[in-house]
């Protein structure tokens, strides 16, 4: 369904350049659910506007690598084709509902441009009002005049989600779509979007810097740190047995504090200058475990068990 290989993302500053992203590569199978996980700045939402291939100049650029979706490479496709994947097959639940609704909008009016493809004028009033209950907003058509700024958080949350299912997509790009809410509400958001994206056999890519929603609705996770891959796998595989010092801070952290939204970072230090060239390992600077190799040479994701994992010391380990 969905396949990034060797992907690479600056961000251009004037003449400062900034790779965000560097050699990521990423699987998602068809109807199934992948987390990308990291502490803020690691380049998660880099890589879901790399998808929609919103990254672009001057603001900043994919410089390389191969996003195929469907089979084939998105990053090759027109201007016209592309705004045709994101109109119809590509949904997307940003971070801040309030940011991605018109305020001058109504919410009718909203979902109604999103549906005017598949449903016939007649029948859009009663849909929308239909999909919208289905979303827990109750006396939805009594509410189609209203605004966004007249729904709660929780609610215009599931008002970017009505929109993003109306076009039926294939893929469903969700970016911390509950980070802003309160605990009840989220975990309302994220059960409704694990039951849509089941009912309907979507493909799920799941933004989030907390391991505990990821694993609510995830079965493959990919743990990222400056830019880089650290870790990938089976989601109950990496969380019972995470091979990554980072990853195991990560998870160290979630089981000190379970609550959902506890912020997971508590590994001193801070993650490595975005530079062109990197040296060594980019967790060195913070990793309890690090040596003199791992501040010269960047250890390659390999396998371990069915897990992959960038770190030195985790084949050592296996073999002592
Ligand atoms: N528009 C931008 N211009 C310059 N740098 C950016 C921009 N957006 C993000 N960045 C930088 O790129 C890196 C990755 O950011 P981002 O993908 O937003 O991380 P995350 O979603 O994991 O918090 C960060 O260092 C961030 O400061
Ligand atoms: S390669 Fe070295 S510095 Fe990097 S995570 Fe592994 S032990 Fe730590
Ligand atoms: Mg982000």
Redesign the pocket.
């Known amino acids: 369904m969905l396949e990034i290989r060797g992907l690479r993302v600056v961000?251009l500053?004037g003449k400062r350049r900034?790779v965000?992203v560097r050699n990521v590569d990423l699987e998602l199978s068809t109807g199934s659910a992948v987390a990308l996980v990291?502490e803020?700045?690691?380049?998660?939402?880099?890589i879901a506007l790399s998808v929609m291939r919103l990254i672009r100049p001057p603001?900043?650029k994919i410089e390389a690598g191969r996003i195929e979706f469907a089979g084939e490479d998105l990053l090759t496709f027109s201007e016209s084709r592309m705004r045709d994947v994101l109109h119809k097959e590509i949904g997307y639940v940003p971070q801040d509902p309030a940011a991605a609704l018109d305020p001058l909008c109504t919410i009718g009016r909203h979902i109604n441009e999103t549906l005017s493809a598949s449903v016939p004028s007649s029948e859009r009033r009663t849909a929308i009002a239909n999909l919208l209950e289905s979303l827990g907003v109750k006396n939805a058509r009594s509410r189609l005049g209203s605004y966004p700024h007249e729904f709660s958080g929780g609610m215009q949350q599931r008002v970017a989600i009505a929109i993003a299912l109306a076009k039926h997509p294939k893929l469903l790009i969700a970016d911390e779509p509950t980070t802003a809410l309160d605990v009840t509400t989220q975990l309302g958001i994220l059960t409704l979007i694990d039951r849509l994206r089941r009912e309907n056999g979507i493909s799920l890519l799941f933004v989030t810097h907390d391991f505990s929603i990821a694993r609510l609705l995830c079965q493959q996770v990919v743990v990222l740190y400056a830019g880089e891959v650290m870790e990938k796998g089976p989601i109950n595989d990496v969380m019972t047995n995470p091979r990554h010092p980072y990853t195991k801070a990560l998870v160290g952290a979630i089981l000190r504090e379970p609550a959902p939204r506890s912020r997971l970072l508590a590994i001193p230090g801070q993650p490595p200058s975005?530079v062109d060239v990197r040296v060594g390992c980019p967790f060195a600077p913070r990793c309890p475990l690090a040596d003199a190799k791992c501040a010269k040479e960047n250890p390659p994701l390999e396998n371990y068990g069915g897990v992959a994992a960038a770190c030195w010391k985790v084949g050592a380990k296996a073999t002592q």
């Open positions: 961000y500053a900034m965000a990291g803020s700045g690691s380049g998660k939402s880099t603001v900043g975005p």
